[in-house]
């Protein structure tokens, strides 16, 4: 471990908890790893791990611990209103965070998770009913660094948005010949699996859960979704493997979830089907579900990609998804497991001639009819956008059509459409956005909203009310990503990627934070305190605030997707996916560009949102400039709301983003001797292929255009 970056928590970062005294008061593991922490950073920095009784400026226990120091006993028997206050859980408090949490309560309704943080009388007091609210508060300490000590704080109760915050890892054991170890991975290889078996060595994986903890993710699934062969069996014979890395998790409060192979009644079984409502088949998986629980007491549940890009699903046996999902929940449920059912199903054989199939709709058409089907514990996972992670989507429709079921929100950190981490692109800004959508309208409730209390907003519905804002409701599915993680030195190949792996656990735990404050807290955190911080801050923040949108400006335009290069996704190839069964065209023609998915004279997908819009969406005159090519198809000289017409906003787009990227490495140039040396190298070659790259991207994106319309550049640059 000696050569792993630190990321978000080098020694520094603890600086300020170990050069004082802190008593840590309660029993159970967790307590034992806040412990453990304290004690770590006081060996460091000449601090004090107190004693019952001793003074201290920094107190962490447990409610139920006896006798309190007198701060701790005060802030305890405060009356209930005065520590519920709304939690931002940011450190520098210029981010606008939404209230965290359950419904009420102070001190004493704190819940598994959550924990309040108070400084009184010079004492700093972090208090939680349960072992993982001391952690979580811990972390929150550290975040605050010296400002944790300075005037009284009034209390504040902090819980989680999101009772589940987990992090998918598409890892394979075994090498794929085409995907390599980590399907969409551009960190190396997995942290989990090395040459065909367990890594072993298990220091990087709980160096691992302890980053995650400190954002506040709570759940990993530690194999790929298509699940192949040689992981098919972590499910019974290896299944000691992924007892390992749960116990080498656990002690950071996160817990294990396995992807499965809806066909494992046969391949592990030897059953001559998988049909879901076969009770021989049923009777497998509770068996095997048994064994799992006896193996692993905390087990979390399954992730299940089926009937989606060949993987197989009840769709084989005339089943439904619900079938199919309910029948894992039903066996996980007297563990109190959960399943998550991922809801990309879609037709990846399609015929590019049939203009009337959509795959945007797929997700929708298969899953909406089936709301109200789903058990308790079966969570219905659902890609933020409809199409595919790419860099602009409208909001999935799915999202706001099954109020009566779980549903999770899937992000995805690694940067499969975003530049592989060879690009900078600070994904932050994008998920606040699609976290605010609210699909009602100003009056509804927000995406993040209806992953954090789905139920709760459906009764509201039942009600015959107006869906009433959810937030703070824990039934929900919560909030899923793909990591970007591997073995890499840097944990992200890029390090500056890191600051998206830290971004997805504090939106899950509070999903209206700021991206700026939250880049601010990533930059405190990471980088170490002196003369040089706040140049490198502005620098960072320069580099990396809008560099989303500088990746739209020089990639696929308007919203219209895709023009990656097939199979790696990686670079420009406008007509790369055009004439294949993938479902992701963008139908230029000489006259013009664009998919039209009105109800008017589309494929009607406009019609699976609800109002205002449908109708926003719908109409040309109203559809937002950022998605105007993903509803509709439009002549170049169309006029945008901008002012500007379609083929002069891709040409300027696509100078001024390639622009951009050079400016951001120029950036980076200037910023030589403010960090480690051989971080500030990775950083700069990566830039140097961005720049590259981003210039391969302007020259055929705008080439490409040019030969289609024949209409020359108004302002007569170089196109090739
Ligand atoms: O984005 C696509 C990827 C596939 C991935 C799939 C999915 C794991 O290109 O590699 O498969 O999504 O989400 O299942």
Not at 83 to 108: C, D, E, K, Q, Y
Not at 149 to 177: E, K, S, T, Y
Not at 566 to 593: C, I, K, L, N
Not at 674 to 696: F, G, I, N, T
Request: net charge negative.
């Amino acid at each position: 471990m000696t050569d792993v970056h630190p990321a978000w928590l080098p020694p520094e970062a603890f600086r300020a908890i170990g050069s004082r005294r802190t008593l840590v008061l309660g029993d159970g593991p967790l307590v034992e790893t806040v412990r453990a922490e304290v004690a770590q950073a006081c060996a460091r920095y000449d601090g004090t791990v107190a004693a019952p009784g001793d003074e201290a400026d920094l107190v962490l226990a447990l409610t139920t611990a006896t006798p309190l120091p007198p701060a701790a006993q005060a802030l305890l028997d405060e009356p209930a209103d005065a520590a519920s206050g709304a939690a931002t859980g940011a450190a520098s408090g210029t981010a606008s965070g939404a209230a965290s949490g359950a419904a009420s309560g102070a001190v004493g309704g704190l819940g598994d998770e959550g924990y309040v943080l108070a400084r009184l009388g010079g004492v700093t007091v972090v208090l939680a009913d349960a072992p993982a609210g001391l952690l979580y508060g811990l972390f929150h300490v550290v975040r605050l660094g010296e400002q944790a000590f300075g005037a009284d704080r009034p209390a504040r109760a902090h819980r989680p948005a999101m009772r589940r915050r987990m992090l998918d890892h598409w890892d394979n054991i075994d090498v794929h010949p085409v995907m390599g170890q980590v399907e969409r991975g551009y960190s190396g290889g997995s942290i989990f699996w090395r040459d065909g078996a367990a890594a072993g060595d298990l220091t990087r994986v709980r160096a691992y859960a302890r980053l995650l903890a400190a954002t506040g993710v709570n759940a990993i699934s530690v194999n790929n979704v298509n699940v192949h062969a040689t992981e098919a069996h972590l499910l019974t014979d290896r299944l000691g493997d992924v007892a390992a890395i749960a116990d080498a998790v656990r002690p950071y409060g996160i817990r294990v979830h396995l992807s499965v192979n809806f066909a494992s009644p046969i391949a592990l079984g030897g059953l001559a089907t998988a049909d879901p409502l076969d009770e021989d088949v049923r009777a497998w998986w509770a068996a095997t579900t048994e064994r799992v629980y006896a193996t692993i007491p905390d087990f979390g549940g399954y992730v299940v990609k089926a009937d989606s890009e060949g993987q197989p699903g009840p769709f084989a046996y005339g089943r439904t998804h619900a079938d199919g999902a309910n029948l894992l929940a039903g066996v996980l449920a007297p563990y109190g497991g959960v399943v998550h059912w991922r809801a990309f199903v879609y037709n990846h054989r399609q015929d590019w001639r049939d203009r009337s199939t959509d795959r945007a709709r797929a997700a929708f058409d298969h899953f909406a009819p089936l709301d109200g089907q789903f058990h308790d514990n079966a969570i219905v996972q659902v890609k933020h956008g409809p199409l595919d992670f790419q860099t602009r989507e409208p909001v999935s429709p799915v999202i706001a059509a099954m109020p009566a079921t779980r549903l999770a929100v899937e992000l995805q950190v690694t940067q499969e459409y975003t530049g592989q981490q060879r690009h900078v692109c600070y994904l932050a800004p994008m998920w606040r956005e699609v976290l605010g959508f609210r699909p009602w309208g100003q009056d509804g409730p927000d995406v993040a909203a209806l992953a954090t209390g789905g139920q709760a907003v459906s009764r509201s519905l039942a009600d015959g009310g107006r869906p009433a804002d959810g937030g703070g409701l824990a039934d929900g599915g919560g909030l899923v990503a793909v990591s970007n993680v591997g073995d890499d030195r840097y944990w992200t190949g890029h390090p500056l990627a890191q600051a998206n792996l830290y971004a997805f656990g504090r939106l899950a735990w509070v999903p209206g934070l700021d991206p700026t404050a939250l880049l601010d807290e990533w930059i405190g955190l990471t980088f170490a305190a002196g003369p040089d911080r706040e140049a490198l801050g502005r620098t960072l923040h320069e580099m990396m605030d809008g560099s989303w949108r500088t990746y739209e400006r020089y990639t696929a335009p308007l919203g219209v997707g895709f023009m990656v290069r097939p199979g790696h996704h990686y670079g420009p190839d406008v007509d790369g996916y055009e004439y294949t069964p993938w479902g992701t065209y963008h139908f230029a023609d000489r006259d013009g560009v664009g998919v039209d998915r009105t109800r008017a004279t589309g494929t009607g997908y406009t019609g699976q949102y609800p109002q205002p819009w449908s109708e926003v969406y719908e109409s040309l005159d109203t559809c937002p400039d950022e998605l105007l090519l993903f509803f509709h198809h439009v002549p170049y000289g169309h006029v945008l709301q901008s002012g500007s017409t379609v083929i002069q906003h891709i040409y300027d787009t696509h100078f001024a983003g390639a622009e951009q990227a050079a400016q951001t490495r120029l950036r980076w140039e200037k910023a030589e001797g403010l960090v480690d040396p051989a971080l500030w190298a990775r950083v700069k070659e990566r830039l140097d292929e961005q720049v590259r790259s981003a210039e391969e991207w302007r020259d055929q994106v705008n080439a490409y255009f040019f030969r289609k319309s024949g209409v020359p550049d108004a302002h007569g640059r170089r196109i090739h």
